[in-house]
T-cell receptor
């Protein structure tokens, strides 16, 4: 299947700093990418949907100024956690949708474990 | 908000037994996918079933989909200790989003 690469896999940062997470589709063009957050032993919560070249659509309760999403190309979306706090510590996963060949399947990155100290 | 609800939330069985997990959802979908996640790790795609399909098999996995009831089930036959993980259904909706159920935590005892 298609490959989605997410980087970094783990990051530790200090409170107040910003962290950028990258999500790349390696062998297909992804017009739509999704960002999810997962707390321990919980499910994946959709944070936002990003479409290439336009502003992201955020889910209710997700602060768009806190979680900046940029989808500047068909193969790259980034999530920046700004002014990180310990409560932002979580597992973040991206997903990219492949529409080629009539498909409409989503593929996931391996996730980024963010720890804010 | 999450799309699906999974049932049961936790399931503990003996090796060799079958495990059945159910998922219900609310909106119309293009397809429904099942994923597996080992503790703290990424998602592993198991199987995709499209809205016009009713049943699909892959190895020891059997998935059913009932769009009239907006529900799906995942059956793992002849379970193994290595099947211990969390299992999530994810609905790919007509509104171009993909949402996950709450998940079932499966424990297979050797």
């Amino acid at each position: 299947g298609a490959v989605v690469s997410q980087h970094p896999s783990r990051v530790i940062c200090k409170s107040g700093t910003s962290v950028k997470i990258e999500c790349r589709s390696l062998d297909f063009q992804a017009t739509t990418m999704f960002w999810y957050r997962q707390f321990p032993k919980k499910s994946l919560m959709l944070m936002a949907t990003s479409n290439e070249g336009s502003k992201a659509t955020y889910e209710q309760g997700v602060e768009k100024d806190k979680f900046l999403i940029n989808h500047a190309s068909l193969t790259l979306s980034t999530l920046t956690v700004t002014s990180a706090h310990p409560e932002d510590s979580s597992f973040y996963i991206c997903s990219a949708r492949d529409y080629s060949g009539g498909k409409t399947e989503a593929f996931f990155g391996q996730g980024t474990r963010l720890t804010v100290v | 908000s999450q799309q699906g609800e999974e049932d049961p939330q936790a399931l503990s069985i003996q090796e060799g037994e079958n495990a059945t997990m159910n998922c219900s959802y609310k909106t119309s979908i293009n397809n429904l996918q099942w994923y597996r996640q080992n503790s703290g790790r990424g998602l592993v795609h198991l199987i995709l079933i499209r809205s016009n399909e009713r049943e699909k098999h892959s190895g020891r996995l059997r998935v059913t989909l009932d769009t009239s009831k907006k529900s799906s089930s995942l059956l793992i036959t002849a379970s193994r200790a290595a099947d211990t993980a969390s299992y999530f259904c994810a609905t790919d909706s007509l509104y171009n989003d993909m949402r996950f159920g709450a998940g079932t935590r499966l424990t297979v005892k050797p």
